[in-house]
């Protein structure tokens, strides 16, 4: 099914990743009166309003439903028996959570990808508690079709100032984590050309091992082990990758200059 349907579109809201295209332009240039909550509003994170989810109640008249394929991915659906500012309100108490350690993370619930992992790391009781008076999430997935999450959507519902107040377990941490990482050794590997997920995993390893931690610098130093084989092994190029006087991108691009003119070898 790739898309919703038709007592589903009456009922439901579209909550927008703001910060993964122009929301508000998409939603008014596709519904001249939708009813609409920017999440970030009137919350310490109102400074950020450009690129606020973005709440959206699609008006009788709307073609945001005929236009499904062109936001699908940015965005989740969920359906509410409540008004859409209560609705916001609770969505706004969820805008960031604690860690176990007692520190506080963004939560990007409103991006597809992040709710499908989400959910899936609750057991019925905390999918029920995020989900407070919400119903029913969707979400759609890569192979075309929507994902539908029930809860009981009787929970209490928070406000805007209780934000903060839903806690991460370890074993939340952990699935959230490891979604993650599958998703990366998959982009990695269309990124590479490669579909070896042993091959994928050693050079993720190997750029952890060096101190290379973010997407964009293992995939760079991934790429340059590809290119070059075994000359990346070379004590020369291993010694430029873990001069500690340089930085990690630094690191990076000399050993891309070094190895691009041939010198180790």
Known sequence: MTDLASNTMVQACILMDGAAFNAPRFTYENDEQPDVE???LGTPHEAALEVSPYLVKPSAATHLWQVQSQWRDKAVVLIADESLPVIAEHLRSLLSV????????YLRYYSPKHLQRL????????RNCFSGLVREWLAF???GSWQR???EGSAPAKSASDEGWFVLSEQHMAALSGGAKD???E????????DDLTKLNRLIEDADSLGFRTERDVSQYAELAVVH???IKHPQSQAMLSNPKLSERARLNALDKHLAYGVAR
């Open 119 to 126: 959910m899936l790391a609750f057991n019925d009781q905390e």
């Open 187 to 194: 982009k990695l590997g269309r990124f590479l050309g490669l």
């Open 98 to 105: 604690q860690l176990p350690d007692g520190g506080y993370s």
């Open 38 to 40: 920017y999440l970030f």
């Open 141 to 143: 997935l890569p192979d």
């Open 229 to 231: 084989g075994d000359r």
């Open 183 to 185: 998703e990366f050794v």
């Open 149 to 151: 999450i029930t809860a």
